[in-house]
């Protein structure tokens, strides 16, 4: 744990662009590179805070190894069940802790032990059903499910998982602690 002076962390300090934008919309979680152009701050960020208002989370996501960074731009009024897609998100693709603006979490069994996964295309309507061990090598080791449709090329949103029911899950994450500063090493970034 660090010391109370280093608990101040300030995103403007990480070097170049986030790696993610997340945006929540029910349990529709949709993950897409990040732009500089995307609206932040200013009067473009004004258009993403108020996507808060009609039930939309928006944030920035930054790889530290395996630690999230979240840096939210829109956010409900009640954000814990955007909060808690995130959360369940980030520990089913291998995240081992996110940095909320509120604190750490740490994923430690969090999330959903899945024997499968699955994804409907938006554009195509193709549905992709996958239980292999190989998505989930791939899933593990790119921190996300596959975000494009194989067929069309479209976007996909990220995968919903069916639970192995023969398995224990916990489904709430050890207490939030204030979020120290990472170490130098921790903010060695990581891109897809």
């Not at 999230?68 to 731009?73: I, S, Y």
């Not at 194989?150 to 998982?161: E, I, K, N, S, Y």
């Not at 489904?171 to 990581?190: C, E, G, N, V």
């Amino acid at each position: 744990m660090a010391d109370e002076e280093d608990i101040d962390f300030n995103f403007d300090e990480l070097d170049g662009e986030p790696d993610y934008r997340v945006t929540i919309r029910g349990d529709r979680l949709m993950l897409t590179y990040c732009f500089p152009w995307l609206a932040r701050g200013g009067p473009l960020g004004k258009l993403a805070r108020d996507r808060g208002k009609d039930g939309v989370y928006i944030a920035d996501l930054t790889i530290a190894d395996d630690d999230l960074l979240v840096r939210v731009h829109a956010s409900p009024a009640d954000a814990s069940g955007a909060e808690g897609r995130l959360l369940e998100w980030a520990a089913t693709v291998g995240y081992t802790r996110v940095w909320l603006p509120s604190g750490i979490v740490d994923l430690d069994g969090v999330g959903t032990v899945a024997e499968a996964a699955a994804v409907t295309c938006d554009s195509c309507g193709i549905e992709w059903d996958d239980p292999t061990p190989e998505l989930w090598e791939q899933v593990h080791s790119e921190h996300s499910f596959p975000r494009c449709c194989p067929v069309c090329g479209t976007d996909l949103p990220q995968w919903q998982t069916r639970p192995d029911k023969s398995r224990p899950v916990s489904h709430s994450p050890r207490a939030r602690r204030p979020a120290p500063r990472p170490s130098t090493d921790a903010m060695q970034r990581r891109r897809p």
